[in-house]
């Protein structure tokens, strides 16, 4: 650094390399990302705790620990993942490729799963399948006379229609967006050529967009393994446990050491799969392709099948959309589930507390927790939404401007280390990082800062992602001739990349803020009674028998999330190149 | 900005060490005398393991305005967990808490000073000695095998525990994990404890002397039985209620949960009754235990809370008291009569558990029941 101060012309060297800024960012990522994980890994290798390595892997405990766990869980992964690619397949050829009716209708409406929150989804089950084996409450299907089996109501199944439902829009994303790159020539040629269109589907889409549907599979695998909410609200009654719930559970009894360690082997095999993923696509990182293409081949042609496919895939799209939010709506009304539809009262809502009902827990508007939580979990989202497009821009801006270098590789790589992390065990890492005092830093364990610190950094590959997509929309001339009469970097950002990406990065702060409001997985460890946050509260009120309230919350949740989706939709339908005709 | 700073820190240092030496005089204080000083203080978080922290909350605003009593709901496995982590963090949440679990507060918390005792002085002289310390007791709290009355109004289905091993009872025991909440491990503790007992009431049963068929002694073969038995986990003592005690129901299980749970039944429409004369016992019965954070933020309003939780001048005990003294907790006040609809203490044969025994086992019976989930 002296050097820099001494002598100008050096100072103008260093900066147009990007040195410093490339430091500073790597700098922000490895406090951020790389130490909690590191710190995680080290505490499982104290000595005090290295024992649980053992039981987790091997000895008496390890089966019901460790093996049994991780078969469920992959199981979970892999059929996800493969019902995610062959669903969200379906309806982007449809939606991209097909003459299919409501083409627009159908390409937003499967956007929307993935914004409902999983456990959302889960609840949702619970009100229409839920039978007796718990006794008590029977979900609405029961209490119209119908028998459900248990294979039905808990455990796996469940689980992996859920999880299907809920991730295969992620996938219809990806997939939509790189058939919508399919270079038309191909297809046009082979038309020419006389082929039909399964040969076309065969010979040529389904080769040119294998990078797409491996990542889509990837992705899915990852969100499907890390997901908390689902088999902790479906699974527990049938003793089905994976590795996040058994994480969850070893930290909440207090053997941390034992969940670390699930945790860590959590993260290695998720990073196993998208690594395996990655090889096979090879460098191809993008959620969503933002192409200029011209010409489009003809859609091809569904004669009569149209209608009939059209039925199919509203069939998927009202499953996992209409059906969710109408039930747990008709929940948070009826007293009872097993009559959906009757006796509906606003006391969820509106009642004030009542001893005789509920044991006296006052509707939601008038429930000082509830709205403490609300308070806190839309300021979570407005503040990680700023910290997350701040420090996604920076990173993407360094690495966007300044390629050349390994600094710029290892920002790119660190980014998006946290996609490999499930959220619980973030949540559980950022536990051990900054839960104690480091240094003069004192700790933040229960504070707003803590849940802000690591939801951006458990964000950061979606903001950088989102970044990326908005600085290359940005021509570099600009910034170039800015640079060369004068400005300065911080100037240059403010007057004429910021402004110009504006709509890109409030749409993505906007998609940050509704991750985070809807997350559970993440805040499910960091939550503390004193810094509440809506979907934890949800969540307690489910696993405490009181559904309705936790229904009511969800729909409060949903309403946020789809309300800001649907505005950064609007903001962006420039990355929906599938919706234009 | 500097020196601003250093005025903070040296308010904050003057603020402290008069709390501090307030402290000692608190303890003398009656509620008359702490009311001032906690209306200063304006606000007192509790940690409850109970969900009537809800009712305690209105009570105590009513009885002592302008003090905002945060009482949350969290069970006592979760407070453990949490306050570990928050004095790890050098952060106090809770200035109150009331917390059952009492093998793991005495070794975790309190003799590793993240907890302090407190004993309000009006009640020094009505509680048992024994009740008093190393924490003082509030009440006896219980987790006892209960039944559906509507669906068996001539008494229990189940005579003895071993019943719930066999087919008739296949899928139909419900109970919260004992890897989410220490008093269902204390219960499964207890029976390995009292191995003897279960060895007994195995003969009785089966008439003929038990095999240990790999286990460990005659608890451990029970529990290994009941969980190969369908045993129904579920997350929440009202989950339990709820399975076991709804009205209406042609074929109830049976479930272990707190026998106060009972006071609910008009209310929430349940039938639960508990099955005292099962063999060897129904459960056990343990103490639910107040105390203060050893560095409470809010000083004198937790004490005048444990206060409140404690006593009252009329017979039944107060408000403080009122969502307590229902049929099935025992208050541990000597000068309160017991509560005319519940079993009476001397009669109820649940075993009384003894903390400093349980829990040095409490974490291999723990690691038994991973191995059968």
Redesign the interface.
């Known amino acids: 650094m002296a050097d820099t101060a001494v002598s100008r012309q050096g100072r103008r060297v260093f900066f147009r390399q990007g040195t410093v800024l490339k430091v500073a960012v790597l700098v922000i990522l490895i406090a951020l990302i790389v130490l909690p994980l590191l710190r995680t890994v080290l505490f499982t290798l104290h000595p005090d705790t290295i024992q649980a390595w053992a039981d987790v892997l091997s000895g008496?405990?390890s089966?019901?620990?460790f093996y049994k766990p991780l078969g469920n869980t992959l199981l979970i992964g892999v059929v996800v993942a493969t019902g995610c690619v062959l669903l969200g397949g379906f309806l982007a050829w449809l939606v991209v490729m097909t003459d299919v009716p409501f083409r627009k209708t159908i390409g937003v409406m499967a956007t929307l799963p993935f914004m409902i929150p999983s456990f959302a989804a889960a609840l949702a089950w619970g009100a229409l399948f839920r039978n007796?084996?718990?006794?008590?409450?029977v979900g609405w299907l029961q209490g119209m006379g119908l028998d459900i089996p248990d294979w039905l109501a808990w455990g796996m199944v469940p689980t992996l229609i859920v999880l299907t439902l809920h991730y295969f829009s992620l996938a219809f994303t990806i997939i939509a967006a790189a058939l919508a790159t399919v270079n038309s020539d191909l297809v046009e040629a082979a038309q020419i050529a006389g082929a039909k269109g399964r040969r076309i589907l065969m010979g040529i889409i389904l080769p040119v967009t294998t990078p797409a549907l491996v990542a889509a599979g990837s992705l899915c695998f990852a969100g499907a393994v890390s997901n908390f909410a689902t088999p902790a609200l479906l699974g527990?009654?049938v003793?089905m446990?994976t590795l996040s719930t058994r994480l969850f559970?070893m930290?909440?009894?207090?053997q941390v050491g034992r969940g670390y360690v699930i945790g860590i082997l959590l993260v290695l095999i998720s990073a196993a799969f998208l690594w395996a993923g990655n090889r096979i696509v090879s460098g191809r990182r993008s959620y969503a392709t933002i192409t200029g293409k011209g010409g489009r081949a003809k859609r091809f042609d569904l004669r009569g099948a149209r209608w009939p496919l059209f039925a199919i895939a509203m069939v998927i799209l009202l499953a996992s959309t209409v059906v969710p939010v109408a039930v747990l709506t008709a929940s948070s009304l009826a007293p009872s589930s097993a009559n959906l539809f009757s006796d509906w009262t606003l006391h969820y809502w509106i009642g004030q507390?009542n001893?005789?009902?509920a044991?006296?827990?006052p509707g939601i508007a008038y429930n000082q927790d509830i709205v403490r939580a609300l308070t806190i979990t839309l300021g979570l989202g407005l503040a990680v939404a700023f910290t997350g497009m701040f420090v996604g821009l920076l990173a993407s801006y360094t690495t966007a401007r300044y390629r050349a270098g390994w600094m710029s590789a290892a920002i790119t790589q660190i980014s998006f280390l946290p996609l490999l992390v499930p959220g619980i065990a973030f949540g559980a890492a950022y536990?051990a990082y900054l839960?104690?005092?480091i240094g003069p830093f004192?700790?933040?364990?229960?504070t707003f800062a803590l849940l802000v610190i690591a939801a951006t950094a458990y964000l950061l590959p979606f903001s950088v992602q989102t970044g990326r997509a908005v600085i290359q929309q940005v021509g570099g001339e600009l910034e170039e001739s800015a640079r060369i009469t004068g400005a300065g970097f911080a100037r240059r950002l403010a007057a004429i990349t910021v402004p110009l990406a504006i709509r890109g990065l409030a749409a993505g702060g906007i998609l940050i803020f509704v991750k985070i409001v809807r997350d559970l997985s993440l805040v499910v460890l960091l939550f503390?009674?004193?810094m509440p946050v809506l979907s934890v509260v949800a969540y307690r009120y489910a696993?405490?028998?009181f559904a309705q309230f936790a229904n009511a919350i969800t729909v409060v949740i949903l309403f946020i999330s789809i309300a800001a989706t649907l505005i950064a939709s609007r903001l962006q339908t420039k990355s929906q190149p599938w919706l234009q005709n | 900005m500097k020196g601003l700073t250093a005025t903070c820190v040296g308010a904050m240092a003057i603020l402290l060490s008069t709390a501090a030496l307030a402290d000692g005089h608190l303890d003398e204080l009656g509620p008359d005398g702490l009311l001032p000083l906690a209306q200063e203080e304006g606000t007192v978080?509790v940690?409850s393991f109970t969900?009537r922290i809800?009712?305690v909350e209105?009570a105590f605003e009513e009885a002592y305005p302008g003090i905002d009593l945060?009482g949350?709901d969290?069970s006592s496995?979760?407070q453990?967990?949490?306050l570990?982590?928050?004095a790890?963090?050098?952060?106090t949440?809770a200035d109150v808490i009331y917390i059952s679990d009492t093998p793991v507060v005495l070794t975790?918390l309190l003799e590793t000073g993240i907890i302090a005792p407190y004993v309000p002085p009006r009640v020094a002289d009505r509680v048992p000695a024994e009740y008093q310390s190393p924490l003082l007791a509030q009440r006896l709290s219980t987790k006892v095998l209960m039944y559906n009355e509507d669906a068996h109004p001539d008494g229990a289905p189940v005579t003895n525990l071993w019943q719930l091993t066999t087919e008739d009872w296949r899928?139909r025991v419900?109970m919260v994990?004992p890897?989410?909440r220490?008093d269902y491990l204390d219960l499964m503790t207890e029976i390995v404890l009292r191995s003897d007992e279960m060895a007994a009431a195995y003969e009785v049963h089966f008439g003929q002397a038990i095999g240990l068929d790999g286990a460990a002694n005659a608890g451990e073969r029970f529990i290994v039985d009941l969980f190969a038995n369908d045993l129904?986990?579920?997350?929440?003592t009202?989950?339990v209620?709820?399975?076991?005690?709804?009205m209406g129901?042609d074929n109830?299980?049976v479930g272990f949960t707190s026998y106060s749970d009972r006071r609910?039944n008009a209310?929430e429409g349940w039938a639960l009754q508990v099955a005292n004369g099962v063999e060897p016992a129904p459960g056990i019965i343990f103490p639910a235990v107040l105390a203060l954070a050893a560095e409470p933020q809010n000083p004198a309003a937790a004490r005048l809370v444990i206060d409140f939780l404690m006593v009252d001048e009329t017979e039944t005990g107060g408000p403080g008291l009122a969502p307590f003294y229902v049929a099935g907790d025992y208050v541990t006040r000597t000068d309160i009569p017991p509560h005319p609809d519940a079993v009476p203490l001397d009669a109820f044969r649940a075993w009384r558990i003894a903390p400093a025994k349980t829990a040095p086992l409490r974490a291999e019976v723990?690691?038994l029941i991973?191995?059968?989930?």
């Open positions: 008496r405990l089966t019901n620990l007796d084996r718990v006794g008590g409450q527990l009654p003793r446990q559970g930290i909440e009894v207090g507390s001893p005789s009902f044991q006296g827990i536990i839960g104690a005092p004192p700790a933040l364990y229960g503390t009674p004193t696993s405490e028998g | 978080v940690y969900s809800g009712r209105a945060q949350f969290i496995t979760e453990i967990a949490r570990r982590a928050e790890q963090a050098g952060v949440n975790e899928g419900v994990d890897l989410q220490g129904i986990l579920v997350g929440s009202d989950d209620n709820v399975a076991v005690g709804a129901q109830p299980p609910d209310d723990g690691d991973l191995t059968l989930q």
